[in-house]
Structure formats: C-alpha cells, structure tokens
C-alpha cells in the first residue's frame, strides 16, 4: 500500500516538473518569437530616408574667347555668376541590409546605404558682355552649370553638412542598439559589435 502510494507521489510529481518544463520551452519560444518582431518592427521604423538640408553661395567669373587668323582676331564673352544652392545630403535606410539570428541573439548589419548629395543650384547672370559672333549658348550654360556643381561640392567637402547627415544617421542607428541591449541582443556591423554610439561613429565616420 505504501508502495503504490509512493508510487502514484512520484508519478504526479513527474507530471507537474514535465508540465512546467513544457510550459517553460513554449514561453521561452513564445518571448523570442515576441522579440524578434519587436526588433523587426523596430528595424523597419528606423527604415526611412533621413536628410540633412544645407545653402551654399558662390561667386563665379566665366569667361570664353574665339580666336581667328591665328590669333590675330577675337571675339570674348564672358558675366559675373552668382550661384545660390540647396544642397541635400540624404541616407535611404530602405535600402539598409540586415540579419536577425534568433539562435544567437544577434542583429547583423549587412550594408548601410552610401549617402545621396543632391545640389539644385539657381544661376544668376550679371555683368554679361558678349559679342555677336560670340554670345552665351547652351553649351555655356552647361559649362558655367558643371564649374558651378564642381565648385560647390568643394565647398560641402570642407563644410560641416556631411558630418551633420552623418550625426543623424548614428542617431537613428542608435535606435536599433537601445533596443537590443534592453532586450539581451547583440548589434553587428562589419564584423564587431556595435556596443555603444561611439563604435557606429568610428565605422561610418572617415
């Protein structure tokens, strides 16, 4: 009698810790599942176009000559261009790549987009002076708008706006570490984790 007691003791026993442990494996799944549509969501959130705006001004002289009889006869044209500019440095995060491993609990980042410099500049003419067998045509004004572009981007190179677009970037990819270091994931990029802001910085920025 005691026997079967002890028996019919062990056989609940044996049940309950199976039950537990059942119960443990599909919450445990079940939280995993849970946080990584949380990080997907996350990930899709941060998945937009991020675009820093910036105005440029450039002074520019043009100047072009015709020459005839060997040089001994010339017809110059040239105008005093002011140039006003919008320049926009974008990044798409659609275009981010990524991997999530569930087994491991780590975020990968495949590939960041490369930024996107937009400049529409408005060309103004002043001081023109040209001659008739010489005037501005359509090939100038696509020379004075190249030199104009060319010059410009000089400018944005030595300005702050690229390392400002670069903040923004790091600001919105911070998002994604906030979020896998409260939840026990790891972030990725080219091979190291990405353990706090900083570590984005020394990757993206030269």
């Not at 010339?74 to 991997?99: E, G």
């Amino acid at each position: 009698m005691r026997n079967r007691i002890l028996s019919g003791i062990g056989i609940i026993v044996a049940i309950i810790i199976l039950f537990k442990f059942c119960t443990f494996k599909k919450n445990d799944s079940s939280n995993l599942e849970n946080n990584t549509a949380l990080i997907q969501q996350q990930i899709v959130n941060v998945g937009k176009l991020v675009v820093t705006e910036g105005h440029f001004a450039e002074v520019l002289t043009y100047k072009d000559q015709d020459t005839y009889f060997g040089g001994m006869v010339s017809f110059d044209k040239k105008a005093l261009i002011v140039v006003n500019a919008d320049v926009t440095v974008a990044y798409d995060l659609h275009q981010m790549k990524y991997d999530i491993n569930e087994k491991t609990k780590t975020i990968t980042i495949l590939n960041i987009p490369k930024e996107e410099i937009k400049i529409s500049p408005d060309i103004q003419f002043y001081d023109v002076d040209q001659s008739k067998l010489n005037p501005f045509t359509g090939d100038d004004y696509n020379k004075i708008n190249k030199q104009a572009k060319a010059s410009l981007a000089k400018k944005i190179e030595k300005s702050t706006l690229k390392s400002n677009a670069q903040n923004r970037l790091i600001s919105e990819l911070s998002k994604m570490l906030i979020l896998t270091n409260s939840m026990g994931w790891k972030l990725q990029y080219e091979g190291n984790i990405i353990g706090k802001e900083s570590d984005f910085s020394a990757k993206i920025k030269p």
